[in-house]
């Protein structure tokens, strides 16, 4: 019992009720990608929207696995609402945003506009 006890003095503290899951944006020559870490955040309470300003906005809930009747010792997971706003370049299509949400990953491919993208010349052999 004195085990328990000592334990309970390492409580730190509850989570956030907000967090910012982490972010990578990445590009290749069609489109940039935005991959975001959002593990235990049900589908239906993820919504990603792109602004006329240029604003790509993800927001969500992750919402505890344990309730009512547990009582934590050590809470380090983040539970809550987030939202990231990610400025988006101007060289985009907003009509071809495409996300998918798989294994706790959220990625979102946001293509380029053709005249965007570099144009390889070829050389003339004269």
């Not at 000592?6 to 991959?35: G, K, M, N, Q």
């Not at 495409?98 to 010349?121: C, D, F, Q, T, V």
Request: with cysteine.
């Amino acid at each position: 019992m004195m085990e328990l006890h000592w334990a309970r003095r390492l409580f730190l503290s509850a989570a956030s009720t907000h967090w910012e899951p982490a972010v990578d944006f990445c590009e290749d020559e069609e489109a940039y990608h935005v991959i975001m870490e959002i593990a235990g955040v049900n589908e239906r309470d993820l919504e990603v929207t792109y602004q006329p300003d240029g604003v790509l906005v993800v927001r969500g809930v992750r919402r505890p696995l344990l309730c009512g009747g547990v009582s934590c010792l050590l809470l380090e997971i983040a539970y809550g609402a987030f939202e990231r706003r990610i400025s988006l370049p101007p060289d985009i299509n907003p009509d071809g945003i495409e996300a998918s949400y798989k294994a706790g990953m959220l990625h979102i491919r946001i293509p380029k506009i053709p005249s965007a993208r570099p144009l390889r010349i070829n050389l003339e052999n004269r």
